[in-house]
């Protein structure tokens, strides 16, 4: 008998760089995904082939450890998979072997490496007879990607196997949980790659973990002056216990805490801090609004964040803040970067009658330019949001 798990990618609506910061973020799993064709092995071995030369074909032992192939090696986020279950102690009797392809632009912010960790898991899950419930899974999935080196918070595993068809998703942390929410009609999501491509285990990974770092540190370095402010508020000294952002974001004088908080941390640190802050506020309206069908409201919270992440975060690119231009004078509601920045994509939305004029204006003033062509369908598209990862009998 032969399978076939199809797994999406995502896209980022709002919400970014909060997720290892412990607040919620707010994507869409979408209508491109990672397909892994398999048979299942009496052996607990994994061979992988895909049509693409740049993936070649691999195989591994399904035994601990499991050791790391080269860096940059596709094989490493099926590994990851692999040790991650191995390590929550799910037998791995039998192994599969299979052909992995996919439409998710690759390297481009759009999760198609969470989406080839989460399909392999499925995949020797269902070699195994084995079920965990989904939100267990993303949870083990997103500390098992940690292992090709990207200290990733948890969204994307969440996104691909928690993905409803009409609908963002409102990720949670800490414990993790997902609430989906529809996307008003007449309105879509227009994906523009800027070219540069965004490889989650090169360079991008140790400037993504750094900001991660300086994310700690600032907060650490500011427990002090926030429990200050708190017990000063209630006027009881008791009350400093150690702060999270999700305490903060919750804090009732924001100004103030962030104007008590500047003025201890470095520069540096302190935009970190305030990107946090500002965008984890910015999630929770963008849900509003989204709920209140005042998508023109949502864009707006997508041009604050973009402008957020530019200049607080340090994380856009001038090609990024380019195509985020272009499409705010081609008239769309709102654009931003998406996914981890450092390159990748920006994502625009747009009702119906603007996604022409922005694809033709992107076009002319973006792609054309730099490509000497228009854009093809993995560099430019619409993308839907889309039903959650499935493994079905081919
Ligand atoms: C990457 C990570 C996610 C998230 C985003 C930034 O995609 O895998 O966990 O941190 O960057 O929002």
């Not at 481009?108 to 960790?117: E, I, K, Q």
């Not at 993905?163 to 929410?181: K, S």
């Not at 805490?257 to 910015?282: A, D, K, M, N, Y």
């Not at 380019?322 to 920006?346: E, H, K, N, P, S």
Request: proline fraction near 6%; charge should be neutral.
């Amino acid at each position: 008998m032969s399978w076939r798990v199809t797994a999406p990618g995502r896209v980022n609506l709002i919400g970014e760089h909060t997720d290892y910061n412990g607040l919620p973020v707010f994507p869409i799993a979408i209508d491109r995904d990672v397909r892994v064709d398999f048979r299942v092995l009496d052996d607990p071995v994994v061979r992988l082939d895909s049509p693409s030369a740049r993936f070649v074909p691999f195989a591994f032992q399904l035994k601990r450890p499991i050791e790391a192939a080269v860096q940059g090696d596709w094989s490493n986020y099926v590994r990851a998979a692999a040790r991650g279950l191995l390590e929550h102690g799910v037998p791995l009797e039998r192994g599969i072997e299979g052909t992995v392809t996919g439409s998710v632009p690759i390297a481009s912010g759009l999760s198609s490496s969470s989406a080839l960790v989460v399909a392999s898991a499925l995949a020797l899950l269902k070699a195994n007879g084995v079920t965990l419930p989904r939100l267990e899974l993303a949870a083990l999935m997103a500390r098992a990607e940690r292992f090709v080196g990207l200290q990733g918070g948890g969204m994307d595993q969440a996104a691909c196997l928690h993905g409803v068809a009409g609908h963002a998703l409102r990720i949670e942390f800490d414990p993790l949980r997902v609430t989906p929410v529809p996307v008003p009609e007449g309105w879509r999501w227009v994906v523009a790659s800027s070219l540069v491509p965004a490889e989650k285990s090169a360079g991008a990974r140790e400037q993504y973990n750094e900001r991660a770092r300086q994310c700690r540190e600032a907060l650490t370095a500011s427990v002090g002056v926030v429990a200050g402010g708190r017990a000063a508020n209630s006027g009881n000294r008791a009350t400093s216990t150690a702060a999270t952002y999700r305490d903060l974001v919750s804090a009732p004088d924001s100004d103030g805490l962030l104007s008590r908080v500047r003025r201890i941390l470095s520069p540096v640190l302190f935009r970190r801090f305030r990107h946090v802050l500002t965008e984890g506020s910015r999630v929770a309206l963008a849900e509003r609004a989204m709920r209140d069908g005042d998508m023109r409201r949502f864009g707006h919270l997508m041009v604050r964040s973009h402008e957020s992440l530019r200049d607080d975060y340090e994380v856009s690119t001038d090609d990024l803040d380019a195509i985020v231009a272009i499409a705010l004078d081609a008239g769309v509601a709102g654009a931003r970067l998406t996914g981890a920045g450092f390159g990748g994509c920006a994502v625009a939305l747009c009702d119906d009658g603007t996604v022409a004029p922005l694809m033709e204006a992107l076009t002319a003033r973006f792609y054309q330019p730099r490509l000497g062509n228009p854009p093809t369908r993995d560099v430019m598209f619409v993308a839907k949001p889309s039903e959650g990862a499935v493994v079905q009998e081919a």
